[in-house]
């Protein structure tokens, strides 16, 4: 399956962003989902999940309250809707597909990963 992220961008602390991941090639409603996030020199971290059916979620600590991720199988795409930005979730965040269909928090459950996309919070 093939993953393209978009909707990232430039935005005060405080503001919103909606990402979505477009996915193609595969039976996406059978894969879970994932987010993450990486800063230059930093590695990969674990933002939000979402199982294949979209009935289970799970969040990183750090966005817990302020981030949603969701998904809508009859358009093949993903979502991590992002409120209440901080300048600290300035990152390229990257969605993910994985054939297991659950939740992971786990980068290396993921085989299909979107190119990122740049999110820049301005204080």
């Known amino acids: 399956v093939q993953l393209q992220a978009s909707g990232g961008g430039l935005v005060q602390a405080g503001g919103s962003l909606r990402l979505s991941c477009a996915a193609s090639?595969?039976?996406?409603?059978?894969?879970?989902m994932g987010w993450f996030r990486q800063v230059p020199g930093k590695e990969r971290t674990f933002v939000a999940t979402?199982?294949?059916?979209?009935?289970?979620?799970n969040y990183g600590d750090s966005v817990k309250g302020r981030f949603t991720i969701s998904r809508d199988n009859a358009k093949n795409t993903g979502y991590l809707q992002m409120n209440s930005l901080k300048p600290e979730d300035t990152a390229v965040y990257y969605c993910?597909?994985?054939?297991?269909?659950?939740?992971?928090?786990?980068?290396?459950?993921?085989?299909?990963w979107g190119q990122g996309t740049q999110v820049t919070v301005s204080s």
């Open positions: 090639g595969g039976t996406f409603s059978t894969y879970g």
């Open positions: 979402i199982n294949s059916d979209g009935s289970s979620t």
């Open positions: 993910a597909a994985a054939r297991y269909g659950g939740l992971s928090s786990n980068y290396r459950t993921y085989q299909f």
